[in-house]
């Protein structure tokens, strides 16, 4: 699966497409915070590309909720992102963002709604950062993901309902790569928020599940060794539970 390929699925409109390589300068001076977050940024991309622009001229969907336009850009690394780089790309551009990676083996789509910050004036604060699984081989779930993403498929009430479809889509791509279940749209917005406190759940357990399992293979001490063993047993029939919810 190739960035190419990604970007084609969304089925853009010509007056959407604006490819525009952008300097990481850029990223320097808006996104990094820190001499840290520069160096991450220097270290880790390649190439940062803004390709097309969502706007009410470019689709014929109106603004709504503070989404004037949504951003496609596509990203190449030198190494595998951290979710800090990620949150830097998202923070760094005043508008949300559908970030499409290029991976050594696949490519990785993400998106991070935005909301105002509360102490800087004109400022944006990535609420949360939601990043899909890395797409190499093109899976049933892949073929389902990327056939959902088509621009005149997706809602039309307003660019905010847009990005948040899109959210849904990462979401929903996500629960299927966890889970081997189908890919499945959520039917409303009640649905996505279960699946989403879902995932959160999933995640929880899982590190839970790790540090149990670590834990336990690294006990010297044997009577001790059996009682770690046993509640990393307990943790995993919750690991297991968390996983079944998302099919």
């Known amino acids: 699966m190739t960035v190419e390929e990604i970007v084609a699925a969304f089925a ?19 996104g990094a915070v820190t001499a840290a977050d520069r160096k991450l940024v220097d270290a880790t991309i390649d190439r940062l590309d803004w390709v097309a622009t969502l706007s009410p001229a470019s689709v014929g969907v109106v603004a709504g909720d503070g989404v004037a336009a949504i951003q496609v850009m596509t990203l190449t690394v030198r190494a595998a992102p951290t979710q800090r780089l990620l949150t830097l790309i998202h923070r760094a551009v005043p508008l949300p963002i559908v970030l499409i990676t290029a991976l050594e083996e696949g490519v ?6 935005l909301r105002k910050a509360e102490r800087m004036e004109n400022e944006m604060v990535v609420e949360r950062l939601i990043v899909g699984p890395e797409i190499g081989a093109l899976t049933p779930a ?19 309902r847009v990005y948040e479809g899109l959210v849904w889509r990462v979401e929903a791509l996500v629960a299927a790569e966890i889970s081997g279940a189908s890919f499945r749209l959520p039917v409303d917005a009640d649905d996505a928020v279960a699946r989403r406190n879902a995932l959160a759940r999933h995640d929880a357990v899982a590190v839970e599940w790790s540090r149990a399992r670590n834990a336990a293979r690294s ?9 770690l063993a046993e ?13 079944l919810a998302l099919a």
Not at 108 to 113: F, K
Not at 219 to 227: M, T
Not at 231 to 243: E, G, L, Q
């Open 231 to 243: 509640a990393a047993r307990v943790v995993k029939t919750r690991f297991d539970a968390a996983i």
């Open 142 to 160: 892949a073929a389902s993901f990327l056939a959902s993403l088509a621009v005149p498929g997706l809602s039309r009430v307003s660019l905010d």
């Open 219 to 227: 006990e010297k001490n044997l009577s001790r060794q059996v009682a």
């Open 12 to 30: 853009l409109p010509a007056g959407a497409i604006r490819p525009t390589r952008i300097p990481k300068t850029v990223l320097n001076e808006r």
């Open 108 to 113: 990785r789509v993400s998106l991070a709604p």
